[in-house]
């Protein structure tokens, strides 16, 4: 699915990542842990293609494909998906809109059909109440005024649609409260798929108890100090990331 | 004089007019040919070229049997009243209840009214294209509210220019609400084809007693061939309410003048304005807020998208006398360039002589958002929508917050056309959302 080798990135002359790789398979879940600043949402950056991060060495596959050539909206279309630390605000365009545009876009590529005004209405409708956000929320503008709960289930309404081959949640956790979470956490367990794999940045532990995850990395100076399962998280909360400071070198 | 000074004048000499009307109009034809055509020079019209217009040969409009398209009209339930050419047209209007008439339909007090105020504070001795709508000025409305009285339906002015020819289409509108009255106006000026090319002067006085309030919409939304020189000129009593809107595209030249005077305490101006000239169209507004008493606040918020070669100028003034403490000024004027030949020029002109006043004035040429225009991209959105939905926005942000709907719902597509996106889903937002 996602196959990352030796990738190093910097933003403003500064460098980020330092030769990270990471073997994403199908079906698979991920977790990556981290000190701030580690680099963890740069990957994500990166790996969506934003343009101030410019990748100096390394590759990066996505479904066979060199990620590191396409465009944004392209990457967005061959099924990734990168919810955001922090959503953007955009006033004036309506999330209904916006919702629309974005899976026609995804539906064109794949050569289906757009949806009609009614049968989309349907879907957002169906897909808002899964999340648990108020159809209120479809009419306004695009996280305008979202508190921060609203704005990741509103990502987590996004991935849902889409239904993207390769999701990234960026600490699509911090800052919900437990029903939030175990709401995000329902979303992103009825997804999951042999077909469809995961990348969970988080600094909590606990949301891995509800999103059990196959492999568990810690990200520390730009690049993964050390990989495990999902004891390696419960040992990261018990010990904080000091005793890898070896591995960092 | 210029070739267009003197063929006006000439019209205006051989146009009949009611006795009432033909003092006011001799005023103006005297200050219009008194007035130097403007040039760079000229303060007021400084970054808005008129020397195209001098040589511009206009005829007086005659009565035509033209039917406007109810396709062209705003689903409203109103008092219609319409103008073709700046000739009234009976048979397309509504009847009128007893505060509204025409010019053609006017009754003793209503003709007292409009000696005692036409031309007030539309000043034909500042204004040019005041002058020249006095001076030529036949046809027009009143609308004269009783204390605290209100009308049922809001008043609904259809000016639409259509023909061979270009005219010379010049309207009046005279609003007197009493004290405690209210009142909703809208003014929507069309033309029917690209080639027609009218000169149209369209100037609204409007008069508010002590607690008087009114909702007032200036919609210029004709083609490419019009020339447009108007504006609207208030006066706010005590605790009176000016709630405006005004909008802008399409024509070759907008020059729209506001000039908003606070002459009793408690009063409030909240303005709100979007302006979209592209190719080589000139957008101008010109506003004016006289805060000369205490204890007043005014809110104008403009915003615009300049695209191709085409300009805009905004000029917002705000003047706070020396009497007027504790006023509460803000003005705000965003524009966009959606092309590197589009030319803004914002000046905010900010005289202010009470001490105790918080006086907020910002003009800026936004770009779009690169952070939100990439999260577009990240849910599949190309870059170029992307940027067309964030355009939108920009000025959606304005239109959704229009307080009467089939103004709203009649706006919407036509911004979306503008910015050449379907309308559907807005259309079934606008329409069915609620019912879900
Ligand atoms: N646009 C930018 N310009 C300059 N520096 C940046 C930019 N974006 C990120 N950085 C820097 O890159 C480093 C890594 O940031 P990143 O956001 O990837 O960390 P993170 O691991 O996600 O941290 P956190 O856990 O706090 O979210 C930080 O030092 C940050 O300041
Ligand atoms: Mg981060």
């Not at chain 2, 003005?331 to 002589?353: F, G, M, Q, V, W």
């Not at chain 2, 690169?370 to 000025?395: H, N, P, W």
Request: with cysteine.
């Amino acid at each position: 699915m996602l196959s990352i080798n030796n990738l190093c990135a910097s933003v403003e002359d500064k460098q980020i990542l330092k030769g990270l790789g990471l073997d994403v398979k199908p079906g698979e879940v991920h977790a990556i842990m981290g000190p701030n600043g580690a680099g963890k949402s740069t990957l994500g950056s990166v790996l969506a293609g934003r343009e101030a991060f410019e990748v100096t060495e390394g590759s990066a596959q996505f479904d066979g494909e060199n990620l590191l050539e396409m465009d944004v909206e392209e990457r967005a279309r061959a099924g990734l998906f990168l919810a955001f630390q922090y959503p953007v605000e955009i006033p004036g365009v309506s999330n209904m809109e916006f919702l629309k545009a974005s899976v026609d876009a995804v539906r064109t590529h794949q050569g289906k059909p757009e949806l009609s005004s009614v049968e989309f209405m349907k879907l957002a409708r169906e897909t808002s109440k899964k999340v648990k956000l108020d159809q209120g929320f479809l009419k306004r503008g695009v996280n305008e005024g979202f508190s921060g709960g609203e704005k990741k289930r509103n990502e987590i309404m996004q991935m849902m649609l889409l239904e993207p081959k390769l999701c990234i949640l960026d600490e699509t956790d911090s800052g919900l409260d437990i029903d939030a979470l175990q709401t995000v956490a329902d979303g992103v367990n009825a997804m999951r798929s042999p077909e469809r794999s995961f990348i969970v940045v988080t600094h909590y532990q606990r949301l891995l108890d509800y999103i059990v995850p196959d492999y568990v990395h810690v990200l520390a100076d730009g690049k993964i100090v050390k990989s495990g399962d999902k004891s390696l998280a419960k040992e990261l909360e018990a010990k904080g990331y000091g005793w890898l400071e070896g591995e960092v070198a | 004089m210029g070739d267009l000074q003197t063929a006006a004048l000439a019209l205006a000499g051989s146009q009949q007019a009611p006795d009432w009307l033909a003092s006011v109009r001799q005023r103006g034809a005297q200050r219009f040919a008194a007035t130097p055509w403007p040039n760079r020079r000229t303060e007021q019209w400084k970054y808005t070229p008129l020397s195209a217009l001098s040589g511009k040969s206009v005829q007086l409009p005659e009565p035509s049997g033209y039917k406007v398209p109810e396709a062209d009209l705003i689903d409203v339930d109103a008092y219609r009243l319409v103008f073709i050419n700046g000739v009234y047209s009976p048979d397309q209007s509504d009847s009128l209840p007893p505060e509204v008439a025409s010019f053609s339909g006017v009754n003793d007090d209503q003709v007292a009214l409009l000696q005692n105020h036409l031309g007030r504070l539309a000043d034909s001795s500042a204004h040019l294209f005041a002058a020249l709508g006095e001076a030529t000025s036949a046809e027009g409305l009143v609308v004269h509210v009783k204390a605290g009285q209100s009308l049922d339906k809001p008043v609904y002015v259809v000016n639409y220019s259509v023909g061979e020819q270009s005219f010379l289409a010049s309207t009046r509108v005279l609003v007197v609400l009493e004290a405690g009255a209210e009142a909703e106006v809208v003014e929507q000026f069309l033309s029917a084809t690209d080639d027609q090319a009218n000169l149209v002067t369209a100037h609204t006085e409007i008069v508010l007693g002590d607690n008087a309030r009114v909702k007032h919409y200036r919609l210029n939304l004709e083609h490419e061939g019009i020339t447009h020189a108007g504006g609207v000129f208030v006066e706010l009593g005590r605790d009176a309410h000016f709630d405006g809107f005004a909008i802008a595209k399409g024509a070759e030249l907008i020059r729209n003048d506001y000039l908003l005077i606070h002459r009793g305490s408690g009063a409030h101006v909240e303005l709100n304005g979007v302006y979209m000239p592209r190719g080589r169209q000139v957008v101008d507004y010109h506003t004016n807020v006289q805060h000369r008493v205490p204890h007043c606040t005014s809110n104008e918020v403009f915003r615009g998208i300049i695209g191709d070669r085409a300009k805009a100028v905004f000029n917002g003034r705000i003047h706070i006398f020396a009497d007027a403490q504790k006023t509460l000024a803000e003005l705000s004027n965003k524009n966009l360039l959606t092309s590197n030949r589009a030319e803004i020029d914002t000046k905010p002109e900010l005289e202010i002589y009470a001490d105790d006043v918080k006086c907020a004035h910002g003009a800026t040429v936004a770009q779009l958002d690169d952070e939100a225009i990439y999260y577009l991209q990240t849910r599949g959105i190309d870059k170029e929508r992307a940027q067309v939905m964030m355009s939108f926005g920009f000025i959606n942000e304005l239109i959704s917050n229009i307080q009467n709907e089939a103004v709203m719902n009649y706006l919407l597509p036509v911004l979306a056309k503008q910015f050449g996106r379907e309308n559907d889903l807005l259309q079934l937002e606008a329409d069915t959302l609620d019912a879900l």
